[in-house]
């Protein structure tokens, strides 16, 4: 019996060395990290990148611009201590020009990291966003976005040009025909994705587009019943999809469409909009619209709209647990995220932020701060899509004194 438990304590003793020596050598594995990790740098202008390093491993390291050691005069160099600066000038039409920098370790090739960096010449659009990024829009209802932009330098115009993404199925090939005409024109220059059977096809190579005239034109005509498509942008929308139109010139009022599709059992369809720089046409911002039948809104799954907790005593702890479960998802079936707010003291949400599908549990964890007799409040979920109706759940616990 003492020689079996004498086995029994070091293959133990063995497995659990094993398992700790295994996560300390995951933990130790070397990395390396180049602050700041982005930076909009002028040109002729300097800045220091610093290497950040965990693990076995030396902060010694080979600086490469654009895959260039040490850099040149194009794309601008970078010397030993990691000062990058910038090429004199930039390529013409490219303002800001994108640059990657990066440092490999030199005791480990295979252990790098990087830096993003912005090479500009003022005046310069350096980034665009759209507000919000993401929304829902009810169909024949109207959605302002506004253009945020971060620029360097006087921009003397300011305004944008507003599209939205379109989707079109533009039938089979015959083995003959060459010329597909699309249901719009004045479609953004270099927007169009063309396939045919599925298989991307390549511009001047495979086909010529008229953007004003809305017309492509193969140069060997699609096989007989492959299916071409087209995707594009289009300036200011159409009925099918939603218009938008400029209000000033950083704000654009988005008008869904009159319905969602023609197959009545559809009750969502996302769209896209795009702001391109009337100023820069190489700098634009995107944003995701979901169009609905109405508006979208987050429901509980599994729980009414009040929750009863029972009774408990005041400062008495907690022995066996008082939770309630349930999956927040929305009305319309599409998927948001969410962010617990209002949550009383006495309650507990985990997860408390999450996105639809996310199961929830509302756990009672303290009885201190009741006061005797019925305590109600309001637990609120947010969701962080614009137009999305937030969720708010009735609470209520009754407590007792313990005296």
Same mark, same amino acid.
């Given at each position: 019996?003492?020689?079996?438990?004498?086995?029994?304590?070091?293959?133990?003793?063995?497995?659990?060395?094993?398992?700790?020596?295994?996560?300390?050598?995951?933990?130790?594995?070397?990395?390396?990290?180049?602050?700041?990790?982005?930076?909009?740098?002028?040109?002729?202008?300097?800045?220091?990148?610093?290497?950040?390093?965990?693990?076995?491993?030396?902060?010694?390291?080979?600086?490469?611009?654009?895959?260039?050691?040490?850099?040149?005069?194009?794309?601008?160099?970078?010397?030993?201590?990691?000062?990058?600066?910038?090429?004199?000038?930039?390529?013409?039409?490219?303002?800001?020009?994108?640059?990657?920098?990066?440092?490999?370790?030199?005791?480990?090739?295979?252990?790098?990291?990087?830096?993003?960096?912005?090479?500009?010449?003022?005046?310069?659009?350096?980034?665009?966003?759209?507000?919000?990024?993401?929304?829902?829009?009810?169909?024949?209802?109207?959605?302002?976005?506004?253009?945020?932009?971060?620029?360097?330098?006087?921009?003397?115009?300011?305004?944008?040009?507003?599209?939205?993404?379109?989707? /079109?199925?533009?039938?089979?090939?015959?083995?003959?025909?060459?010329?597909?005409?699309?249901?719009?024109?004045?479609?953004?220059?270099?927007?169009?994705?063309?396939?045919?059977?599925?298989? /991307?096809?390549?511009?001047?190579?495979?086909?010529?587009?008229?953007?004003?005239?809305?017309?492509?034109?193969?140069?060997?005509?699609?096989?007989?019943?492959?299916?071409?498509?087209?995707?594009?942008?289009?300036?200011?929308?159409?009925?099918?999809?939603?218009?938008?139109?400029?209000?000033?010139?950083?704000?654009?009022?988005?008008?869904?469409?009159?319905?969602?599709?023609?197959?009545?059992?559809?009750?969502?369809?996302?769209?896209?909009?795009?702001?391109?720089?009337?100023?820069?046409?190489?700098?634009?911002?995107?944003?995701?619209?979901?169009?609905?039948?109405?508006?979208?809104?987050?429901?509980?799954?599994?729980?009414?709209?009040?929750?009863?907790?029972? /009774?408990?005593?005041?400062?008495?702890?907690?022995?066996?647990?008082?939770?309630?479960?349930?999956?927040?998802?929305?009305?319309?079936?599409?998927?948001?995220?969410?962010?617990?707010?209002?949550?009383?003291?006495?309650?507990?949400?985990?997860?408390?932020?999450?996105?639809?599908?996310?199961?929830?549990?509302?756990?009672?964890?303290?009885?201190?701060?009741?006061?005797?007799?019925?305590?109600?409040?309001?637990?609120?979920?947010?969701?962080?899509?614009?137009?999305?109706?937030?969720?708010?759940?009735?609470?209520?616990?009754?407590?007792?004194?313990?005296?």
């Amino acid at each position: 019996m003492e020689k079996l438990k004498s086995a029994l304590i070091f293959t133990i003793t063995f497995l659990c060395i094993s398992i700790i020596s295994g996560v300390e050598a995951k933990a130790k594995d070397p990395t390396i990290k180049v602050t700041p990790k982005s930076a909009f740098i002028q040109v002729g202008k300097s800045k220091k990148f610093i290497v950040v390093k965990s693990g076995k491993i030396s902060k010694k390291v080979n600086w490469f611009v654009n895959d260039i050691a040490g850099g040149d005069a194009t794309v601008g160099t970078i010397s030993e201590k990691g000062v990058y600066t910038a090429p004199a000038t930039l390529p013409d039409g490219e303002n800001p020009v994108s640059i990657e920098i990066k440092a490999v370790s030199i005791d480990n090739p295979a252990v790098s990291g990087k830096a993003d960096v912005g090479v500009f010449t003022p005046p310069a659009i350096l980034s665009m966003k759209i507000n919000p990024s993401q929304a829902s829009v009810v169909i024949n209802s109207e959605r302002t976005f506004t253009i945020t932009m971060k620029k360097k330098g006087k921009i003397d115009d300011k305004t944008v040009k507003w599209f939205v993404y379109v989707e /079109e199925d533009l039938g089979k090939g015959d083995g003959s025909k060459t010329t597909f005409t699309l249901a719009n024109q004045n479609i953004e220059e270099n927007s169009e994705t063309v396939k045919v059977d599925g298989v /991307e096809k390549t511009r001047d190579a495979d086909y010529t587009i008229n953007y004003a005239g809305g017309e492509i034109e193969f140069v060997s005509p699609p096989g007989a019943d492959l299916s071409v498509t087209a995707s594009y942008f289009i300036e200011g929308g159409n009925n099918t999809v939603g218009k938008i139109v400029s209000k000033g010139a950083t704000r654009g009022v988005y008008t869904a469409p009159a319905k969602v599709s023609e197959d009545p059992t559809v009750k969502s369809k996302k769209v896209k909009i795009k702001a391109v720089s009337n100023f820069n046409d190489k700098k634009f911002a995107e944003a995701d619209i979901t169009i609905t039948k109405e508006q979208v809104k987050l429901i509980a799954v599994g729980i009414g709209p009040v929750i009863d907790f029972g /009774e408990v005593t005041i400062n008495q702890e907690i022995t066996i647990p008082i939770i309630r479960v349930f999956t927040i998802v929305t009305n319309t079936g599409d998927s948001v995220g969410w962010q617990a707010s209002r949550i009383p003291t006495w309650l507990r949400v985990n997860p408390s932020s999450g996105g639809t599908g996310v199961q929830v549990t509302l756990e009672v964890i303290d009885t201190s701060q009741l006061q005797t007799g019925l305590n109600q409040d309001t637990v609120v979920f947010l969701s962080g899509t614009k137009g999305v109706k937030p969720l708010s759940i009735s609470v209520f616990i009754n407590a007792r004194s313990g005296f």
